[in-house]
């Protein structure tokens, strides 16, 4: 006789596939057959990361289970089965297709839908919900043939919601009921920073405003009419205006059901019958629905235990705190955000400049923090909400919590995560505090954040932790005197700044050289490339001479950047901006002999695409014949320095830019560096040049020149910083020469010089003291160094170009000279560009009519 119970679970999402992984990985384990319904076509997935299927993530990085880990694990899933019915008293669950399935325990984990507002219009084609992956793919394949969408909602999954129909590149509208954005979440002037910010992205956002109706055409969607009579157009639209528990089967059998819907638990999750857990979004604990992973996860080991035969674990209130980046901007909300706490005071900082907000609310006695807001910067949350979590004290100065580190003052930055107990909740995901991380940091001698998440799962939830666990490790691995490995990967135990000073004292020539002294193996994609930068930024020899040119990366190997469809772009260097009429005659020239897409870059080059491997030389050798030179636009390297047009023509003008910007530009191009590098040279203040959005970056005065550093664009813009005023042009060199050499010799590898600053100590006192007051004695010798790549700068396509050798890499094929016939190209703007994946398979042939003869 069988004496294993019998176990059905119904649904298999997150806390479903949680339940079954605990139970099947425990020693509650033995005894039970488990089957488990699933009325989604696929295995339970991660809906917390759903909108990454729209950042290339695809379905199949959201995989949490697989149909063999189940078959091993012994349980059994009945994959797109809806159970429809559950019999009590006969203890059968019911499928759709007709099965009957008997349980001697059940666990419902059927989570929420979400809920649509009963609008008129809402069953036209265009409307959608965002909740499962098949809502995602429903609402990709319509978005390809419309412009407009909206999303009905403003909450933390609207605006998710309104980040994916930007992404697919459709003009987006939020349209909020309530007058703020995420009302739960933030305050009035958290709503309207974050506001602010997302309008700065081109989203339109419509706060309140009640929707109501869709209006539908033709069985479509074309716009939505609001209450106060206004209209807008738009062509889908995505509800997103809260989730209501899907309790309907404990509803038909019999289950008590909390008066705001969800089937009522207790605190071990077991419902009104005894043999029925619920657990997940369907339960309702405590009169109350948890629309967050984390309870649900809490609930799906509590169910397990309590199959197990009990245990002391129940359920308490839970932490409804959230940070989430939305639209890029990070939003978080933790505690009593909104002061509700009798006595509470507000210690706020507001930053419009910078789309900042942050709230901290403390104690009545000014003791403890009791929660707060953060908008457009939340790296401190974790920490804070540690801190209300663990009743830790406050700093003297609260607001040194919120405040940024400024550059030489020991003040703000918040606390040191070597401050908080152990017993602070790192990660709110998997429950994860600061003891045990440091616990299995000590005992398991963990060494790398990958290995910490491995170990105790914190930080592979939402995310959100990671940074904290990874300052915690840093702090651990101090105190233990282990010394971490700063090596640029596996070949070289040095960081770059430490080989770069090797490579200097033991003037090596080559990789090889450095390799046998320093390093162990033949090298890899990181450190080639990294040595080989050095080694230019040092001896300044020709990238791709006999030792040098098996190290470079695919850009700096064909000396032009490499495109999506595998052809290449042509940038002349055009310094300060200044061009001939003969020179843009010829740029023209070029690009109608070769069919090149031509466009003007925002830092005054023109760039022309679509250059095969094979064309480059011979485009070279018309544009160096016209007195253009390489631009270095593929590597590491100075790329531009931009000018405004100054006192030469503007009536503003205090001094004449172009021509610095010029100068700048020849003194300092084809030095290579550990980054990129921009530049900017503006005529007076009004700054039309943007020269501090660069990484080096000057503007007139009436006496001379203000010198700004380390400021960029990119991913994260940082404004640079004024290292010194009122400067003549000599003086502006100097100082650019010995910055820049500093920067050089001590940045990592990649890092741009924003970057670099912020983790300099003392920051820009700092460098002005190295740079200007020469305090560490080594101005001369940065300034030498300078001098040596000036003295030995070779435009490298004129090197190319004399050498038959080198022009042999520059063929497609190594044994033929024709182009490569793989190149479709789609007309575009009386131009073109290479075709997409799809339209590449519908063509039956290349476009040869767009490949000119050479
Ligand atoms: C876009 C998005 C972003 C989110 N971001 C976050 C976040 O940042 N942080 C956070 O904490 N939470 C977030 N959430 C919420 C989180 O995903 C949920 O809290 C969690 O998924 C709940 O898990 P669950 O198993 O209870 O429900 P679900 O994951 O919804 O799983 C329930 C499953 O049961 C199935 N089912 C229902 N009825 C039946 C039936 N009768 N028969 C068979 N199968 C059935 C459903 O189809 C579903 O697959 C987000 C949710 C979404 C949609
Ligand atoms: S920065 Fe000054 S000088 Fe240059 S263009 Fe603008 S207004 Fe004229």
Known sequence: ?????????????????????????????????????????????????????????????????????????????????????????????????????????????????????????????????????????????????????????????????????????????????????????????????????????????????????????????????????????TAMVVFSAGIRPRDELGRACGLAIASRAGIVVDQHCRTSDPDIFAIGECASWDGRVYGLVAPGYRMAEIAVEQLGGGGDRHLTTFDMSTKLKLLGVDVASFGDAFGLDAGAHTVSLVDTVAGVYKRLVVSADKQRLLGGILVGDAAAYNQLLAMVQTRTALPAEPDELILPRREGSTRGGGLSPANLPAEALICSCHNVSKGEICEAIATKNLLDVPSVKKCTKAGSGCGSCSTLVGEILKVELKKAGVTVNHGICEHFPHSRQELFHLVRVKRHRTFDEVAEAHGKGAGCEICKPAVASILASLWNEYVLGPDHAGLQDTNDRALANMQRDGTY????????????????????????????????????????????????????????????????????????????????????????SVSFAIRLENRYKGLRSPHKLKAAASGCARECAEAQGKDFGVIATEKGYNLYVCGNGGMKPQHAQLLASDLDEDTVLRYVDRFLMFYVRTADRLERTATWLNKLEGGIEYLRRVVVDDALGIAAELEAEMKNVVDTYQCEWTTTLGDPDKLKMFRTFVNSDAPDPGIVRVPLRQQHRPATVEERQSMVRPAETDRRAQ
């Open 1 to 233: 006789m069988n004496s294993r119970r019998r176990l059905v679970v119904v649904g298999n999402g997150m806390v479903g596939h949680r339940f079954v992984d605990q139970l099947t990985s425990g020693p509650q384990s033995d005894g039970w057959d488990v089957t488990v319904f699933c009325d989604e076509t696929r295995l339970a997935y991660d809906r917390v990361n759903l909108s990454k299927f729209f950042e290339g993530q695809g379905a199949d990085g959201l995989t949490l289970a697989t149909a063999e880990h189940y078959a091993a694990a012994g349980v059994r899933v009945l994959v797109g089965q809806n159970a429809v019915a559950v019999d009590r008293a006969a203890k059968v669950v019911r499928s759709s297709t007709g099965q009957a399935v008997p349980y001697d325990r059940l666990v419902l984990a059927t989570g929420s839908y979400p809920f649509v507002p009963a609008l008129e219009g809402r069953e036209a084609a265009g409307c959608f919900v965002y909740r499962t992956i098949a809502d995602l793919e429903a609402i990709r394949a319509y978005a390809a043939d419309v412009s407009v969408g909206a999303v009905v909602g403003g909450g933390l999954l609207g605006l998710e919601a309104a980040n994916a129909l930007r992404n697919l590149g459709l003009e987006t509208h939020v349209v909020e009921m309530a007058a703020r954005l995420m009302p739960l979440q933030v305050d009035e002037i958290g709503g309207a920073v974050l506001k602010r910010r997302i309008e700065a992205l081109g989203v339109g956002v419509h706060t309140g405003m009640a929707t109501k109706r869709i209006l539908v055409e033709e069985g479509r969607v074309v716009g939505l009419q609001f209450a106060d009579g206004g209209q807008l157009d």
């Open 569 to 656: 772009s042509v940038v002349p260097r055009v310094p300060g901006g200044e061009i001939t009429p003969r020179q843009l005659i010829v740029l023209g020239e070029v690009a109608e002999r070769f069919g090149l897409y031509s466009k003007i870059t925002g830092a005054q080059r023109v760039d022309l695409f679509g250059a095969t491997l094979d064309q480059l030389p011979a485009i070279w050798r018309q544009l160096i014949a016209a007195g253009f030179e390489s631009g270095h636009a593929y590597g590491k390297a100075l790329r531009t320095v931009k000018s405004c047009v100054g006192s030469t023509w503007c009536r503003f003008g205090v001094q004449d």
